[in-house]
């Protein structure tokens, strides 16, 4: 028997999943695909996404769909931004309001630490939120503005 209401969260994931496994976030891998590419302007590691990063989000994804159906070799490729200064600010709010000592204090090394442990944490939130909103990022190209090989411009 049927459920009065459809719960998208007994659905969602288990499609999710198969899509990722059969790579259909992935471009065409048809030589002669013109290409078709949107890096997206990476969300800063400082918390959740909001209403404007999904709209952002959405935007995107039905343009690269779009794209993907049209036969290109459409790539989106997913990442978030260190937002150095916003971060910074982030964790010392958060050390300050647990009663731990500055980043002065702790010394850059300790502090460093731990801002590299609330990206973990901050960025996975990210990720998983542009997941659930069904984004059809390609996934195994992700990239962080800190990654090795990408800041050396910089």
Known sequence: ????????????????????????????????????VI????????????????????????????????????????????????????VERQLAAAGNVGRREMGREAFVEKIWEWKAESGGTIVNQLRRLGASCDWSRERFTLDEGLSAAV
């Open 1 to 36: 028997m049927l459920d009065k209401t459809f719960d998208p969260k007994a659905v969602e994931p288990r499609l999710y999943a198969a899509w990722e496994a059969s790579g259909a976030f992935k471009p065409s891998e048809d030589p002669n695909a013109e290409p078709f």
């Open 39 to 90: 890096v997206i302007p990476p969300p800063n590691v400082t918390g959740s996404l909001h209403i404007g990063h999904a709209l952002n989000n959405t935007l995107q994804d039905v343009l690269t769909r779009f794209h993907r159906m049209r036969g290109k070799a459409a790539l989106w490729l997913p990442g978030t931004d260190h937002a150095g200064i916003a971060t910074q600010m982030v």
